[in-house]
Structure formats: C-alpha cells, structure tokens
C-alpha cells in the first residue's frame, strides 16, 4: 500500500462527456503526476502539479485539465470524451519540484481509475 | 511516446527459476526504475538505480545498468507464483520528475 487513493475505481461515460477523477496524495508529498495507459502499454505521462501549479506537460491535448489543492490532492478532469480516451489512469505522488533540493526521485502510484468510454 | 523497450515481451517460466528482463532506452537519464503491476492495477515500485550505479540489490531482484548501452536489467531470482505480473521500466531524465515508460514485460510463473 502507497497510501496514494484514487476516486472512483471504475468509470462508464458516453463520447462527448465529460469526466472528473480524483487522487489524494500520499502524506508528506506535495506533487502529483497523471498518467493514462491504454490497454497492453506503458503509463503515459500526461501532466504533473507541484504546489497548486502545473509543473510540466506531456503530449495530450487542451481538454485534458487538472487541479491541485492545498492538501496537495488533485484532479484529473478531461472534456469531450473520445472513445480513444478508454485507459486506466493511474495518479503518482512524490516530495518536491524539479531540481529542488529534497525532491524526491521515486513516484508512488495509487491503484488507478479504469474509464471506458462508449 | 515511450522510451524504453522491454525485451521479452512475455516471458514464462517455471516457479524457481530465474527471470531476466531488459530494457532499453534512447536519451540520457538521471535514473531508471522499475515498476511490477497486477492484472492492470496500479504500479508498485520495485527499485531505483541512478545513472552512476551500475548494479543494485533487493531482496530477490537485481539491476544492472549500463549508460554506455542505454540499457538495464532486472533478474527475478527463484520466481514464485506471485511474481507473475507485468514488469516496467521507466526512465527519469536530469531536471525532470516525468517518467518514461516501456511497453513493459509479461511474466507468468507456473506452478
């Protein structure tokens, strides 16, 4: 167990809609990155927050957007769903921003949202 | 888009034997990691090996890592059946706290 929680387990939606998941990071912590992983590959990054601010962006598009809150949880929000956009997303919490002294260099990762989308 | 390659894809054996799976990157990097994940679960960090290491050891796991190659290892000594998973490496670069992940390999141990 990391202690990193993500909400909810599993997701259904329709193309088109838009969706919210939601990741509590691990005591301690206060960064926290998204990755999607399509079926049968890799985690991709899709962003990371450190400190309420986005801190670094992978290749996905605008409708991908997220929020960190004080607590240093966070929220993955995506709009306009696409079928393509069926994945688990795993959150990862980590200490520190880049290049900061004391950051760490290990990412924990919470169990993941499964969102399927028809 | 991924930077590491797993090699094998899928990889089973028998419960006891060893298992060694490799991993090959392309930029340089300040660390490499890798990652076991269960029926599509979330990931459970296995070890860390920075770039200035060049084997390291946990319990029944050992990495290698050769910059010159870009490559690494990991070797699962006397496999039991609850090492059977997925196995990823991930890569992080200097000044940057994404990781980078392969397509991973599938390990079955049989009983």
């Known amino acids: 167990e990391t202690g990193v929680t993500q909400s909810p387990t599993h997701l259904i939606k329709t193309r088109g809609q838009q969706v919210t998941l939601r990741c509590s990071s691990q005591s301690g912590h206060n960064t926290v990155s998204w990755y999607q992983q399509a079926l049968g590959q890799g985690p991709q990054f899709i962003f990371q927050?450190?400190?309420?601010?986005?801190?670094g962006r992978g290749n996905f598009p605008p409708r991908f957007s997220g929020l960190q809150f004080p607590n240093y949880s966070s929220e993955l929000n995506v709009n306009a769903l696409e079928l393509d956009d069926s994945a688990l997303y795993l959150c990862?919490?980590?200490?520190?921003?880049?290049?900061?002294?004391?950051?760490?260099?290990?990412?924990?990762f919470g169990p993941g949202t499964r969102l399927t989308v028809l | 888009s991924q930077q590491g390659e797993e090699d094998p894809q899928a990889l089973s054996i028998q419960e006891g034997e060893n298992a060694t799976m490799n991993c090959s990157y392309k930029?340089?990097?300040?660390?490499l990691q890798w990652y076991r994940q269960n029926s599509g679960r979330g990931l459970v960090h296995l070890i860390l090996?920075?770039?200035?290491?060049r084997e390291k050891h946990s319990g029944r796991l050992r990495v290698t890592l050769d910059t010159s190659k870009k490559s690494s290892s990991l070797l699962i000594t006397a496999s039991r059946a609850a090492d059977t998973a997925s196995y990823f490496c991930a890569t992080a670069s200097q000044g940057a706290q994404k990781l980078v992940f392969g397509q991973g390999t599938r390990l079955t141990i049989n009983p």
């Open positions: 090996i920075r770039s200035n290491e």
């Open positions: 930029t340089s990097i300040n660390n």
């Open positions: 927050y450190y400190r309420e601010e986005e801190n």
């Open positions: 990862a919490s980590s200490r520190g921003g880049v290049g900061l002294a004391g950051a760490t260099d290990t990412q924990y």
